[in-house]
C-alpha cells in the first residue's frame, strides 16, 4: 500500500474546487481544508475524513481514497446546499486532475448524506467520492 498520494490527492481536488468558475460564483473563496475561526460566510466547503484502502498490484503501489467534501449552508431549506452539493459533484466526478506524484485513475460519486446541524439553523451535505491512484 501507499498512502503517499494523498497529499497530492488533496491538493489536486482543492485546486480542482477554488478553480472551478460555477462554484465560485456560489462560494466564492470559501472553500477550506477546515472551517475558520471566527465569522464564516453562511454557504462555504470543508475538505472532510478520508479512509485509504490499499490497492496495489505485484507491479505498482496504489491505493483507494474514499473523501468527504462537506457543503454547508444557512440558506432556508436544503435547495441552495443541493445546488452548491451538485456544482462540487460535477466538478470532481471523472475529473481530470494532474498530481504532483502518482497518476489518478479514476474518480467518482460514492454516496451523499443531507442533515440539518446545530438547532436546525444549518444545512450540511457530506458527498463521499472514491479516488483510485497509483504511485507512478
Do not use: C, W
Not at 27 to 36: E, F, K, M, R, S
Not at 40 to 48: D, K, Q, R, S
Amino acid at each position: 500500500m501507499s498512502y503517499a498520494m494523498a497529499a497530492a490527492l488533496q491538493t489536486a481536488v482543492f485546486q480542482r474546487l477554488e478553480t472551478d468558475l460555477s462554484l465560485t460564483a456560489l462560494v466564492g473563496t470559501a472553500i477550506y481544508d477546515a472551517a475558520p475561526p471566527g465569522t464564516i460566510p453562511g454557504t462555504y466547503l470543508v475538505l472532510g475524513p478520508e479512509e485509504v484502502r490499499d490497492r496495489s498490484d505485484a507491479s505498482q503501489a496504489g491505493a483507494a481514497h474514499d473523501f468527504i467534501v462537506t457543503v454547508v449552508s444557512d440558506g432556508a431549506g436544503f435547495q441552495n446546499a443541493k445546488n452548491v452539493a451538485t456544482v462540487v459533484s460535477d466538478a470532481l466526478v471523472d475529473a481530470d486532475l494532474v498530481l504532483s506524484r502518482g497518476r489518478l485513475i479514476s474518480l467518482r460519486f460514492v454516496r451523499a448524506k443531507a442533515d440539518r446541524m446545530s438547532r436546525g439553523t444549518q444545512r450540511k451535505i457530506d458527498l463521499r467520492f472514491r479516488a483510485l491512484v497509483e504511485d507512478t
